[in-house]
């Protein structure tokens, strides 16, 4: 995939956190990446320069993207090693593994502990995370430790050991950081009691804690105990800064498939989330054509069928959106209303939904592919930020190559109603200057366009874009004037590198923003200018250095030279030929100076 190719896509790719695939052209995944913002990310590998050698040869083998947005840059970070795991791209070279990412674990026992961990065990203990980096989780554990009296001890807190009176309070009881169960001076209950407001508050769930410390706070101010109630005061403050970022956290969800489904007269489009101990692992979006009145319920029904057995899903439970009717006995179907469920369908419908803009935003970049009202959606709003008078549905845009100053030409493309027309593209080859003149070039080849509109009282553009900055703009603004057709049509220029828009005696440069629908309009026409003058000028070129060879010889000129090539084709065959063959041709005397030139000892 080239600058081109992705220029044409790079309007449809989110500016959001998550991951994106790279496929080749065997649609084999090469390369899974994260990002915080997708855009940027992606953008990098093709419109940056690149760092080695290895990643310009991931890019030479992309034919394909793929991304799916997440909510935040740890859970791309996770969505991303579970991909990699899986599919083991050929390009992600350093795999990390999960199990050596810290937990917060709430340790299944009499009086839980509550630490950190990189050892993720099955023990039915309460595993929080993983966290992408220690100080995360070494960050929550000290927040819990000030605010959640728990033990940190590794005693064998029975009922029987504490009745017995095995145990002495430690220094952690006396500094407040514990209430001493192991003396009995906690009850099981009250403890536990800390050990769910905990779990709450990892799982996001901050609102059942925030009441008890506002009862506590109303409380301890009533009785007059300011000291405790400073403290409290101060959990609240804290617990208000205090956010699980992650929606996919809760390792207790299990094994679950989500889907989500949306609408859109005949089409109909269902992501797919595989999650598994509260991670994403795998992500698809389809499109469905309905074809008789199927229900949404039939419709999503029928694509949980299709995905499920296209990844060999053996999830027992699915997370859908609303009831639908699935012919198996063990399946269970979930439509949860809260929770860490709720949210995992929220990301579900939040992909759908992208996709569904994405599908959109390319329609309007590729205009010949969209609806009559999408590609007028996109011109009235090129209207509105040129400020023109009327609707742009013609536009022409000029761009001048040459090399080394050597044959200069100059392109012309057309679009109507937004789509390229391709008969009235239009190649100027210089005639009145020499050497590198941009400048006269530009007057030249728009004086010639339009002089021929003229005579041949064909269509005036509303807009033409001159490829180039204000001086190619003055000189298609002189050609202009001499043709008298001043008033009668827009010009506005290009600058190369900035994407800065001109127009005549105004000081200032109009800039649209970048992920402007007008703007990558504008972008297309150019990057079509380019690719249509850019091949005329190489098969000119390759063209002239065959004439060249035969104009090299004294006494041929332009004219014998083409008669020659019509005839036989290439410089290679007249090499070979004998004598008689060109005399057939040319007559004696300049097949005598060709046979003698190619033939010189």
């Given amino acids: 995939m080239n600058k081109e190719?992705?220029?044409?896509?790079?309007?449809?790719?989110?500016?959001e956190p998550g991951i994106y695939k790279y496929f080749d052209e065997k649609e084999v995944l090469i390369y899974v990446g994260k990002a915080k913002h997708l855009k940027k990310r992606i953008s990098s590998y093709f419109l940056s320069k690149l760092s080695n050698q290895k990643t310009e040869e991931l890019v030479k083998k992309i034919r394909r993207i793929e991304y799916t947005i997440v909510d935040n840059e740890d859970d791309a970070f996770f969505l991303e090693n579970n991909l990699i795991k899986e599919y083991l791209p050929q390009y992600n070279i350093r795999l990390k593994d999960d199990k050596s990412y810290p937990y917060v674990v709430i340790k299944k026992?009499?009086?839980?502990?509550?630490?950190?961990?990189?050892?993720?065990?099955?023990?039915?203990?309460?595993?929080?995370?993983?966290?992408?980096s220690i100080a995360n989780a070494k960050e929550i554990i000290a927040f819990i430790k000030q605010y959640f009296p728990l033990r940190n001890c590794k005693l064998?807190?029975?009922?029987?050991?504490?009745?017995?009176?095995?145990?002495?309070?430690?220094?952690?009881?006396?500094?407040?950081?514990?209430k001493g169960p192991c003396q009995g001076f906690q009850s099981m209950e009250e403890y536990d009691q800390g050990i769910h407001q905990l779990t709450d508050m990892l799982k996001g769930n901050l609102q059942p804690l925030m009441n008890q410390l506002k009862m506590n706070l109303e409380k301890q101010v009533s009785e007059l105990e300011f000291e405790k109630a400073a403290i409290t005061k101060d959990k609240i403050v804290r617990l208000q800064q205090y956010k699980v970022n992650s929606t996919v956290v809760n390792t207790k969800t299990g094994k679950v498939d989500v889907f989500s489904i949306l609408e859109e007269g005949n089409l109909a489009y269902v992501n797919y989330l595989a999650v598994n101990d509260g991670s994403v692992y795998r992500t698809k979006t389809i499109t469905l054509e309905k074809r008789l009145e199927e229900t949404a319920a039939e419709v999503l029904a029928f694509a949980i069928m299709q995905l499920r057995q296209m990844f060999n899903s053996d999830a027992d439970e699915i997370i859908v959106p609303f009831p639908i009717s699935i012919p198996s006995q063990t399946l269970k179907i979930t439509l949860p209303k809260a929770g860490d469920k709720k949210?995992?369908?929220?990301?579900?419908?939040?992909?759908?939904?992208?996709?569904?803009?994405?599908?959109?935003q390319q329609k309007m970049l590729h205009l010949e592919e969209s609806t009559p009202d999408l590609a007028m959606q996109v011109l009235v709003g090129l209207q509105k930020d040129l400020k023109l008078q009327q609707i742009p549905d013609h536009i022409e845009c000029f761009d001048n190559s040459h090399l080394q100053g050597s044959n200069t030409v100059s392109a012309m493309v057309c679009f109507k109603n937004g789509i390229p027309s391709k008969k009235d593209y239009r190649h100027f080859n210089i005639q009145t200057v020499e050497g590198i003149d941009d400048f006269a070039s530009m007057k030249e080849a728009v004086y010639r366009r339009y002089k021929r509109v003229l005579d041949e009282q064909l269509p005036i553009p509303s807009l033409v874009i001159i490829d180039g900055g204000k001086g190619q703009l003055n000189a298609a603004l002189n050609s202009i004037s001499l043709l008298g057709l001043n008033g009668k049509i827009t010009l506005v220029g290009l600058a190369k590198n900035q994407e800065e828009l001109f127009f005549a005696n105004d000081q200032e440069s109009l800039v649209l923003p970048w992920s402007s629908e007008s703007l990558k309009l504008i972008r297309r026409i150019r990057d079509e200018v380019h690719r249509f003058g850019i091949t005329h000028h190489r098969n000119r070129r390759s063209n002239s250095a065959i004439d060249n060879q035969l104009l090299d010889i004294v006494g041929i000129g332009e004219s014998t030279a083409d008669e020659l090539l019509r005839h036989f084709k290439s410089v290679r065959k007249i090499k070979?030929?004998?004598?008689?063959?060109?005399?057939?041709?040319?007559?004696?005397?300049?097949?005598?100076?060709?046979?003698?030139?190619?033939?010189?000892?």
């Fill in 109 to 132: 026992e009499r009086f839980p502990r509550v630490f950190f961990t990189r050892k993720k065990r099955n023990d039915n203990s309460y595993y929080f995370g993983p966290f992408t």
């Fill in 5 to 15: 190719e992705f220029s044409a896509i790079s309007g449809t790719i989110p500016e």
């Fill in 576 to 601: 070979s030929l004998h004598l008689e063959d060109l005399i057939l041709v040319v007559g004696l005397k300049k097949a005598n100076l060709i046979f003698n030139h190619f033939h010189k000892k």
């Fill in 343 to 360: 949210k995992l369908l929220e990301l579900s419908q939040k992909n759908v939904n992208y996709f569904r803009k994405a599908i959109d």
């Fill in 156 to 178: 064998n807190l029975t009922e029987k050991n504490i009745n017995a009176g095995k145990f002495k309070v430690c220094l952690e009881y006396h500094l407040g950081n514990c």
